[in-house]
Antibody
């Protein structure tokens, strides 16, 4: 069974940092690009970043460029999102997703990140 | 403001056919494939349609997708109460180099 399990969400003050993790199982992790997508409370979906199979190509939405870093550890079948200089408007549920736009798309259950003083 | 435009709401009665539209531009829908997702409150989104009109295994054939020019549509026939959900379209944007989503359409089954 395909599983994507996010962890690392927390309440953090503005300017703080968090590292989200997404543990993948039930499929060959190295066969897929991976994405992070977020959803602010009561709002729609916003794509955050993606990373290729080898981890050497990464893309980000402008709102997080220079602050967030996506990475993966294929040996640990895990995806990460390092979030620095967090802002109040980064508050959201963060989802990791496999093959976001393709036939093998699968989403994790999501993890809440709250940025507030 | 989302790059892809969806009507905020749609509604229909059981058994009816409803259509949800998604409008984009030449840099996204006009040249890239469209995917559709549905999301129940408090749960993760799930894929409904990929490559404009392809259904993953397990998705009923009541759901169909189409694309014309810079717009795409999701049609749901034989509407059922369990279809009440939020629906999102998405595509790659070749100019912005990001995935873009529609703002979502809340479907109500009356």
């Amino acid at each position: 069974e395909v599983q994507l399990v996010e962890s690392g969400g927390d309440l953090v003050q503005p300017g703080g940092s968090l590292r989200l993790s997404c543990a993948a199982s039930g499929f060959t992790f190295t066969n897929y690009w991976m994405d992070w997508v977020r959803q602010a409370p009561g709002k729609g979906l916003e794509w955050v970043a993606n990373i290729n199979k080898d981890g050497n190509k990464k893309k980000y939405v402008d709102a997080v460029k220079g602050r967030f870093t996506i990475s993966r550890d294929n040996a640990k079948t895990s995806l990460y999102l390092q979030m620095n200089d967090l802002r109040v408007d980064d508050t959201a549920v963060y989802y990791c997703a496999r093959d976001l736009l393709g036939p093998s798309c699968h989403w994790g259950q999501g993890i809440l990140v709250t940025v507030s003083s | 403001q989302s790059v892809l435009t969806q009507s905020p709401s749609a509604s229909g009665t059981p058994g009816q056919r409803v259509t949800i539209s998604c409008s984009g531009s030449s840099s996204n829908i006009g040249r890239e494939s469209v995917s559709w997702y549905h999301q129940l409150p408090g749960t993760a989104p799930k894929l409904l349609i990929y490559s404009n009109n392809q259904r993953p295994s397990g998705v009923p054939d009541r759901f169909s997708g189409s694309k014309s020019g810079t717009s795409a549509s999701l049609a749901i026939s034989g509407l059922q109460s369990e279809d009440e959900s939020d629906y999102y379209c998405a595509a790659w944007d070749g100019s912005l180099n990001v995935v873009v989503f529609g703002g979502g359409t809340k479907l109500t089954v009356l």
